[in-house]
């Protein structure tokens, strides 16, 4: 998998679904490798998904693709065909779309981190930060 950031704690920052993918490998007992360039490891801590966040465009999660026709129904994908489900969501009044650009995706599912210093467990991030920071000081 790709990184947007990996945080001190060993947290991956990744594209929305990111952290399924990887809670399903680690379900099945897949090692999890994510590759990232180390300028992008940060101090930042960070928990959850929520908190420091982008937010992509509500209407692109209500103008869905249909790729699998409903019983009884054909469905052409070449035709561009789109789901109705969500069609007017907003006059809906207790109804607001979220969504979310990166996953925070837990370092207990992260086997290894694929950097150009090597393969690194999550939990050694706070020692490459410190190398950089030390190597910054001397400079």
Not at 87 to 113: F, G, H, R, T
Request: hydrophobic share 45%; charged share 15%; proline share 7%.
């Amino acid at each position: 998998l790709g990184a947007a950031a990996v945080l001190s704690n060993g947290t991956v920052l990744s594209r929305a679904g990111s952290a399924a993918v990887a809670m399903s490998a680690a379900a099945s007992s897949k090692p999890v490798l994510v590759c990232c360039e180390a300028f992008k490891f940060h101090e930042r801590v960070q928990l959850d998904s929520i908190t420091h966040n982008e937010l992509g465009d509500p209407d692109g999660l209500a103008h869905l693709p249909v790729y699998a026709a409903a019983p009884g129904t054909t469905t052409d994908p070449e035709k561009g065909a789109q789901s109705q489900y969500l069609a007017q969501w907003k006059d809906i009044p207790c109804l607001a779309l979220l969504n979310l650009k990166y996953d925070a995706m837990p370092s207990e599912y992260v086997s290894m981190v694929v950097t150009e210093f090597g393969m690194i467990p999550p939990s050694s991030v706070p020692v490459i930060l410190r190398e950089f920071s030390e190597s910054a000081q001397m400079e």
